[in-house]
């Protein structure tokens, strides 16, 4: 199983699945569903996942790229239900397991082929990330400025205060014309 290899490499994690051994956990995440069992040591074992779970978890699969860059509020969309305490540490796990991608790949390709690949890996995300980032404002400048679909809080401001004025400006006329009439009828 992929998730021992991980739970080997970080020991922590294995002393700390340890206390649940036993437990059963099931995540299904459209349109697959797998289960595993705790064993005594941390590590985990597959298990029939047509019996039911002590813990579950269901990851609708829109949030895999969002908990793969690691976001906080993704973890909150997992609907869950069961034991919270097997839970609440299959979540401390999930964002605080790292994998050395380097060491995998070393016995592959060597220690420095390795870690130029994780390198320009990691530089492609940067450069995705940055890319998006200058779309968005891109984006959002052309909405602003080159056709204005959207109003700037500054512009919003300014109407606001426009439409202040001429209410006020409404009142104090109809009560000139309410004076007016009773003084004509007078």
């Given at each position: 199983?992929?998730?021992?290899?991980?739970l080997?490499r970080?020991?922590?994690?294995?002393?700390?699945?340890?206390?649940?051994?036993?437990?059963t956990v099931?995540?299904d995440?459209?349109p697959?569903?797998?289960?595993?069992?705790i064993?005594a040591?941390?590590?985990l074992?597959?298990?029939?996942?047509?019996t039911?779970?002590?813990?579950?978890?269901?990851?609708?699969?829109?949030?895999?790229?969002?908990?793969?860059?690691?976001?906080?509020?993704?973890?909150?969309e997992?609907?869950t239900?069961?034991?919270?305490?097997?839970?609440?540490?299959?979540f401390?796990?999930?964002?605080?397991?790292?994998?050395?991608?380097?060491?995998?790949l070393?016995s592959?390709?060597?220690?420095?082929?390795a870690?130029?690949?994780?390198q320009?890996a990691?530089g492609?995300?940067?450069?995705?990330?940055d890319?998006?980032?200058?779309?968005?404002?891109?984006a959002?400048?052309?909405?602003?400025e080159?056709?204005?679909?959207?109003?700037k809080?500054?512009?919003?401001?300014?109407?606001?205060?426009?439409?202040?004025?001429?209410?006020?400006?409404?009142?104090?006329?109809e009560?000139q014309?309410?004076?007016?009439?009773?003084?004509?009828?007078?």
């Amino acid at each position: 199983m992929v998730l021992n290899h991980l739970l080997a490499r970080n020991s922590w994690a294995l002393q700390r699945l340890a206390s649940f051994r036993g437990k059963t956990v099931r995540f299904d995440i459209a349109p697959f569903s797998f289960s595993c069992i705790i064993l005594a040591d941390g590590s985990l074992q597959d298990f029939d996942s047509a019996t039911s779970a002590d813990a579950r978890c269901v990851i609708p699969p829109s949030l895999l790229p969002r908990l793969a860059m690691h976001d906080e509020k993704a973890h909150s969309e997992i609907r869950t239900e069961g034991d919270t305490e097997l839970l609440s540490e299959i979540f401390f796990l999930s964002r605080n397991l790292r994998w050395d991608a380097a060491e995998d790949l070393s016995s592959f390709t060597g220690d420095i082929a390795a870690e130029r690949l994780v390198q320009t890996a990691l530089g492609a995300r940067q450069q995705m990330r940055d890319a998006a980032a200058n779309l968005s404002q891109a984006a959002a400048e052309y909405l602003t400025e080159e056709r204005p679909l959207l109003a700037k809080p500054q512009q919003i401001s300014a109407f606001m205060q426009q439409v202040d004025t001429l209410r006020d400006d409404l009142a104090r006329l109809e009560q000139q014309i309410d004076r007016l009439f009773v003084a004509k009828k007078t």
